[in-house]
């Protein structure tokens, strides 16, 4: 089998090296996997060829992109893991119709570096790894941005795919592949519509208690001129040289609604804040669940939390609530999923469901993502063991 990839891929593209193999064994994850081959194809082409090869020969296939999944989305257990870093070309600019069109391993750092020139952004900065976090797998996970602009899929504007069979097509409903984690299909280009960032940004923390943190939410929501929306529990709050309460960071597109105007101090906000996750695991926090848990069941998800000692924080305008537990209580990580599902949320609001956590997936979701898998990978090569 390797032989016949290297003539797809070339030599040094492929490799079975037991160095490589341990490399690629884990993603952000808790989990750990055991591929049995690494490929880094180029092109489309290329994934198309290999598709088909590992079709006919039944071999599971497992795409991994910057590898930030703490899900477990990107392992491969007995599986050609096929590594996209080289699909990492800005293929289109439009700026008649503002859209750009790019391979799946370009980073959203990438892209808005280039769009800054023209004064233009996707607005999907990920809040913890936006240097390397790839577009692809954004998409993928369907990976939300900010309350003011949504998930990334109301950007997509058409995708390239590679289904199971090796097929190269265009579809026409490309919300079957948008947070599907790559088991309906391969995602080989994406066309994303691009805006005028806002330029006129003013910031405020406000310090809570108690259920005064929920009486202020509810007119946050309400308010157009809100960009984001984030919450901070005591624990989380403390790590990031704050008073030992609750807090809540926002962001409004108008200087004259925040207390930090400074375009420089906002900066700095968002960079402390973005050390959070690796404060947390420096703490032994590192499993950090996502659940996605609607406005009304937000105070008692908080209230589990408090009530557990288990640090929280949020992007808490979207409902992604960042519960976080200590690798040795896995059992901890259930009951905070458990406890969305019966609050009518979802099992994940922007890291995606992966191995670790479609146990909680809803029947009717698993149910009908089963039936895209049967009509676009037959064969059930694409990613095993993620989602279903």
């Known amino acids: ?40 194809p180029a092109s489309t082409e290329e994934i198309a ?11 599971p296939l497992v795409v991994r992109g910057g590898g930030t999944s703490t899900a477990g989305c990107t392992l491969a257990e007995d599986a050609i893991m096929l590594d996209i870093s080289r699909m990492n070309k800005i ?62 899929g109301n950007w997509v504007m058409s995708l390239e795919v590679v289904d199971g069979t090796g097929k190269v097509f265009t579809p026409s409903k490309i ?16 066309k994303m519509k691009v805006t005028k960032p806002i330029t006129a940004i003013s910031g405020t923390w406000k310090q809570c208690v108690s259920q005064e943190e929920l009486s202020l939410l509810s007119p946050l929501w309400k308010d157009s001129d809100v960009i984001t929306i984030e919450y901070f529990d005591a624990y989380c709050s403390q ?83 960042h519960a976080c537990v200590r690798k040795e209580h896995p059992e901890m990580a259930g009951k905070v999923y458990k406890l969305a599902q019966k609050l009518k949320g979802y099992p994940s609001g922007e890291f995606g469901i992966g191995r670790a956590w479609k146990e909680y997936m809803p029947p009717d979701k698993k149910n009908e993502l089963k039936e ?8 059930g090569i694409l990613n095993p063991g993620c989602l279903l």
């Open 372 to 379: 895209h898998k049967k009509f676009y990978d037959p064969s």
């Open 175 to 190: 919300s079957i592949f948008v947070g599907s984690e790559g088991v309906c299909g391969i995602i080989t280009k994406v």
């Open 49 to 59: 060829k290999i598709a088909k090869l590992a079709n006919v020969r039944n071999i």
């Open 239 to 321: 790590l990031l040289g704050l008073a030992d309460k609750p807090h809540l960071w926002i962001e409004y597109v108008f200087l004259d609604k925040g207390d930090i105007k400074d375009q420089q101090e906002l900066a700095a906000v968002r960079e402390r804040i973005a050390k959070l996750y690796s404060l947390l695991k420096q703490h032994k926090f590192t499993v950090h669940t996502d659940p996605y848990v609607p406005h009304e069941g937000i105070s008692p998800f908080l209230h589990f939390c408090r009530r557990n000692s288990i640090p929280v924080y949020s992007h808490i305008g979207q409902g992604v609530m």
């Open 91 to 152: 293929v289109q600019l439009n700026l008649t119709e503002r859209s750009i069109t790019v391979e799946p391993a370009v980073t959203v750092a990438q892209v808005n570096r280039l769009l800054a020139h023209y004064e233009l952004c996707i607005p999907t900065v990920p809040h913890t790894v936006s240097g390397v976090a790839t577009i692809g797998g954004l998409v993928s996970c369907n990976s939300p941005s900010s309350l003011r602009f949504g998930q990334i």
């Open 1 to 40: 089998m390797k032989d016949k990839i290297e003539k797809i891929v070339g030599a040094g593209n492929v490799s079975d090296k037991e160095a490589d193999m341990f490399v690629y064994k884990n993603d952000s994850s808790y989990l750990e996997g055991h591929p049995v081959l690494v490929v880094w």
